[in-house]
């Protein structure tokens, strides 16, 4: 069975740094195109950023492009968030997923990790 867990996610003031962590159990991961997605508060979840398996290829979200950056390393069934310059509308749950299926329907998901960025 394959466990999701995401961490790292905190209150950061605005303009600050935030590293987020997705720990991703079982012997395939390397096989998953892995992503982050987050949802706000009274808002639906929005994609945020992909990696393939290799690592190669990522996507970002327009609103969060050439401030954040998707990463992996498959040694440690690891995937990361490096989120610099942050916004106050950065302000939501954070979740990793995992196995991409279609569009952008994953098989796994973790529980997810609040980030706060206060104004």
């Known amino acids: 069975q394959v466990q999701v867990v995401e961490s790292g996610g905190r209150l950061v003031q605005t303009g600050g740094s935030l590293r987020l962590s997705c720990a991703v159990s079982g012997r395939t991961f390397s096989s998953y195109t892995m992503a982050w997605f987050r949802q706000a508060p009274g808002k639906e979840r929005e994609f945020v950023a992909s990696?393939?398996?290799?690592?190669?290829?990522?996507d970002y979200a327009g609103s969060v492009k050439g401030r954040f950056t998707i990463s992996r390393d498959n040694a440690k069934n690891t995937v990361y968030l490096e989120m610099n310059n942050l916004k106050p509308e950065d302000t939501a749950v954070y979740y990793c997923?995992?196995?991409?299926?279609?569009?952008?329907?994953?098989?796994?998901w973790g529980q997810g990790t609040q980030v706060t960025v206060s104004s």
């Open positions: 997923a995992g196995e991409l299926l279609y569009g952008t329907e994953y098989r796994y």
């Open positions: 990696i393939t398996r290799s690592g190669d290829t990522t």
